[in-house]
C-alpha cells in the first residue's frame, strides 16, 4: 500500500522544502505523520506521555537531518525508523515487562508484548500501519526480498506465544 498521507508529489514537495529549511514543512510533516507515529510509539512504549515525546523527538531528529533522506518515496519509512530509533533509546535500560499475568489483556495482546522488540515492530508496521516491503527492508535494512520471510517468522513467533497463553 503507498503511503495514504502524501501523494508522491506532495511527498517530493515536503522533502524539498526539509532539504530547503522551510520551517513550515515541519509543521507539515507533523500533520500529515504524528497521529500514526504516536500509535506506533505507544505500541512499543505503552504510555501515551513517552510516545508523544518520542514523536517530538522524531519530528526534531527528521528536521535536523533531513538532507540524510535522499529518496522521497521512503519518507514514512525514515520517519517510522526515527521513531524506532527513539523509542528504542527509551527503553534502553528499562525492565522487560512481565507478560505471565497480564490482567485484563487479551492472549492476543500478551502474544505481542512476549515477542521481541525487532518482531513486535515488523509486525506492527507491517500489518497495523501497512508499510510496504521496500519501506521495511529500509527500516530494518534488510534486503526487501527477507521481508515476507521474516514477518512470517514474527507472525509464527506470536501465534506460538498467543497459543501458550491461552493453554498455560
Do not use: K, N
Not at 22 to 28: G, I, M, V
Not at 101 to 113: K, Q
Not at 125 to 145: D, K, Q, S, W
Amino acid at each position: 500500500m503507498a503511503d495514504p498521507s502524501l501523494s508522491g508529489v506532495e511527498m517530493s514537495t515536503l522533502v524539498d522544502r526539509l532539504h530547503a529549511d522551510d520551517a513550515s514543512a515541519l509543521r507539515d510533516l507533523y500533520v500529515a505523520y504524528a497521529q500514526r507515529l504516536a500509535d506506533f510509539c505507544f505500541g512499543a512504549l505503552g504510555d501515551w506521555d513517552t510516545a508523544a515525546a518520542a514523536v517530538q523527538d522524531t519530528m526534531l531528529v527528521a528536521w535536523a537531518s533531513a538532507g540524510r533522506l535522499r529518496d522521497p518515496a521512503l519518507l514514512r519509512a525514515w520517519l517510522y525508523g526515527i521513531a524506532r530509533r527513539e523509542c528504542s533509546r527509551r527503553m534502553d535500560g528499562a525492565a522487560p515487562q512481565d507478560t505471565s499475568d497480564i490482567p485484563g489483556h487479551s492472549p492476543a495482546r500478551i502474544g505481542l508484548a512476549a515477542l521481541s522488540a525487532h518482531r513486535r515492530d515488523l509486525l506492527d508496521l507491517a500489518a497495523r500501519h501497512e508499510l510496504t516491503g521496500p519501506e521495511i527492508a529500509a527500516i530494518f535494512g534488510i534486503p526487501e526480498r527477507q521481508v515476507p520471510i521474516q514477518v512470517a517468522r514474527a507472525r509464527a513467533a506470536y501465534r506460538a506465544q498467543e497459543r501458550a497463553h491461552i493453554a498455560g
